[in-house]
């Protein structure tokens, strides 16, 4: 199962649902674009044995350039949020989440432990490039393309989820604090939301299905640094829902499709 064929797979969706309504008429061109574009780099490929500069080329950049288009070329197909399935969410969040106080603790909790989880939640970002080095240093390139294929396969289906389940996250639908966001982390998280984010929530959730399939990937090839990148997926996730990234169901949705996507794999 090789990343490309996924992500081509995936442009190629995208560019057929645009087909099936009007309202995704502005989304038309690029998505169809993509799709194009994606089936004649595959097509033309890059060598499998290269020089280390085009090496890393093909193992870092282009996948995570690939992914990020993946995301943001979704919210093309993101029109109208669906409001019942937003208050079903909240309302499933109010009795697993309010019940436990997760969400009231977290925003009472010290200021190091509010500042830890809203860290590893934006480390989301670096960490399939870091799983990447990890699993080269270890001796393990034969992986990184197992490890992008699980965690293309993984975000792809969360983000191709959202025609169908249009949501907006919890954050922006819940009355907000009145105080300013607490520490450095949470305001850098949500200038990132408001500004590179495609303003829809992804069901399953795509930080805790990616987080979790990089710690599967690299825990079947090295299982202590699995554990400490399964740590970090936790993490993740538990930030996603305690700072109102996503809803509970987002995120528990998020895991089991990782495990499901990485036991195929």
């Not at 044995?49 to 350039?65: K, Y």
Request: net charge positive.
């Amino acid at each position: 199962m090789r990343w490309e064929w996924i992500a081509v797979s995936y442009f190629a969706y995208l560019a057929g649902v645009s087909l099936t309504s009007a309202r995704y008429g502005k989304a038309r061109a690029p998505l169809l674009t993509a799709a194009a574009v994606g089936g004649i780099s595959v097509a033309i490929g890059l060598p499998s044995t290269s020089p280390d500069t085009l090496a890393l080329a093909r193992d870092v950049v282009l996948p995570s350039l690939v992914l990020l288009a993946g995301y943001w070329l979704s919210g093309l197909l993101f029109v109208e949020p669906n409001g019942r399935l937003e208050a079903r969410l909240l309302s499933v969040d109010e009795a697993l989440v309010g019940r436990t106080g997760l969400v009231a603790r977290f925003n009472r909790a010290p200021q190091a432990i509010v500042e830890y989880f809203e860290l590893t939640y934006l480390l989301v970002y670096p960490i399939v490039p870091a799983a990447v080095l990890t699993l080269a240093l270890g001796g393990h390139e034969r992986e990184v393309g197992r490890l992008w294929a699980v965690v293309m396969l993984s975000e792809f289906i969360c983000y191709g989820m959202l025609p169908w389940l249009p949501t907006r996250p919890p954050r922006a639908i819940e009355p907000g604090p009145t105080a300013p966001p607490r520490g450095l982390a949470r305001r850098l998280n949500l200038r990132i939301a408001a500004r590179a984010s495609i303003q829809a929530n992804t069901l399953p959730s795509g930080h805790a299905a990616g987080a979790f399939a990089v710690a599967l990937a690299v825990g079947s090839a090295m299982p202590a640094a699995g554990a400490l990148f399964l740590v970090l997926a936790i993490s993740i996730s538990i930030a996603a829902v305690a700072g109102r990234y996503h809803y509970a169901v987002d995120s528990i949705l998020g895991v089991l499709l990782a495990f499901i996507v990485w036991a195929i794999a």
